[in-house]
């Protein structure tokens, strides 16, 4: 895992994860941009969640960073408990940055970085 990418997601996650226990020895590492209020993201979360399920049978990890759009974190916590990945805390000022970086235009979004 790149220092870079440490710098770019920080280390200090939901439930006390740091990012390379996350990211182990995977080659990829997602951040999805959703929120529960968002009806097209409740439509998208459960085909994705699908897909990372098969690959992570398959033997191939795709790590996930679950980055909230949510308004209140009762919200967040609802949603993020279907979720089999990890998250940024709610209302933490990376989610933000990380908007502007990958130009997020709306939601859901999904970036796919080389860990």
């Known amino acids: 895992m ?3 990418l440490t710098s770019l997601l920080g280390n200090n996650f939901v439930n ?3 990012l ?3 990211v182990d020895d995977a080659p990829l590492v997602g951040i999805y941009f959703s929120a529960h209020w968002c009806g097209p993201c409740r439509g998208f979360t459960p085909k994705l969640k699908e897909f990372h399920d098969t690959l992570v049978a398959q ?3 795709l790590p996930i960073a679950f980055a909230s759009s949510d308004q209140d974190e009762d919200s967040f916590a ?3 408990a279907e979720m ?3 998250a ?3 209302g933490d000022d990376r989610i933000e940055v990380l908007n502007v970086k990958y130009e997020v235009s709306g939601i859901p979004w999904l970036v796919i970085l080389n860990a």
């Open 59 to 61: 033997g191939t990890p």
């Open 20 to 22: 390379t226990s996350i």
């Open 2 to 4: 790149s220092t870079a």
């Open 84 to 86: 089999p990945w990890h």
């Open 16 to 18: 006390g994860a740091d």
């Open 88 to 90: 940024f805390k709610f």
């Open 78 to 80: 609802s949603y993020f």
